[in-house]
């Protein structure tokens, strides 16, 4: 399934036409059209992001098609997504690391609260 189609099936599935999609980002009827046509344009950046919140659908998935449409991440899942993006491999390996290496250090604590667990180790 193309980005086209995926944009369609979800834009009907939320039971949005194509004129209240436009009215949203305030662009015209046609331009969504464009949006589902297989050789349409396609629209990027926040403004892809901003129609996967409209979609009820998770970024990736809208991209890519890959997993569940209705996977939605978090609005501070898709910053950390976003910044992680634009890092060097490297940097994105360091990140990882240090995610899971906190991720295990929580898990094994005494059961506080994350936030107090940081402020415990942060002095």
Do not use: Y
């Not at 193309?2 to 834009?11: N, Q, V, Y």
């Not at 046609?30 to 892809?48: C, I, S």
């Not at 906190?102 to 942060?122: I, S, Y």
Request: proline share 4%; glycine share 10%; aromatic share 4%.
């Amino acid at each position: 399934m193309t980005l086209a189609e995926r944009i369609r099936e979800r834009r009907e599935h939320v039971g949005l036409t194509q004129e209240q999609v436009g009215d949203h980002f305030g662009i015209s009827r046609e331009a969504v059209q464009q949006w589902e046509k297989k050789d349409g344009t396609a629209p990027r950046g926040k403004r892809l992001r901003s129609l996967a919140d409209l979609l009820q659908c998770g970024l990736h998935w809208l991209i890519t098609g890959e997993g569940a449409p209705n996977v939605r991440e978090s609005p501070l899942e898709g910053r950390l997504l976003e910044t992680f993006r634009t890092l060097p491999e490297t940097e994105q390996q360091i990140v990882a690391l240090l995610a899971e290496g906190l991720a295990r250090r929580l898990a094994n604590d005494d059961g506080d609260e994350p936030r107090d667990v940081l402020k415990r180790n942060a002095g």
